[in-house]
């Protein structure tokens, strides 16, 4: 059974400080990675991808993987109050792009 | 301009009732999903639908009936609803899913009472 796996949280960093979360997943296969944000009683939406090892920008989010190790990261710099929300890492396996295995979610609270 | 669009957003039934989900995407992907999440807020793949076909069937009940028209609308039937299907249902649909990943359409709380 393909997994992702994440720390369930919650996460809890002050205002402006960077908040790190990480997910391992056991798909060697699996060529690219996905972040999404999840406010409560919302959907997820999509904040960053990453395809090659090493560390991607956007803003103030990084995003960081690891294929040897297996490991995604995703950092936020200058967190904000509105940053508060589930995080969710996410793996299309290989097998054609159809099927993509969510982690549980990392809870991240900012508290201001 | 809703991207993803489903319908409805609750729905609040009996047991042993049957319903059915709508879900359209105007963005021009080929490949449409069901996806359920759960009260620890798991999300786990249902369906994956290519052009129209079924690609992945993820040893959902077979009460649960996926339905695609066309590559744009994904709808969701399901028979003899139980409480235990009591969730979010999410439709999502990409394009090249590896380089862009997934847009989400709103969601439709079912609960089963």
Redesign the interface.
Known sequence: QKEVEQNSGPLSVPEGAIASLNCTYSDRGS??F?W?R?YSG?????IM?I?SNGDKEDGRFTAQLNKASQYVSLLIRDSQPSDSA?Y?C?A?LNT???????G??TRLFVKA | DTAVSQTPKYLVTQMGNDKSIKCEQNLGHDTMYWYKQDSKKFLKIMFSYNNKELIINETVPNRFSPKSPDKAHLNLHINSLELGDSAVYFCASSQAIRDYGYTFGSGTRLTVV
């Open positions: 060529q690219s996905f999404y999840q919302k959907s997820p939406e999509l991808s395809y589930t969710l996410a299309p054609g792009g159809f099927k993509t295995i969510f549980a979610g």
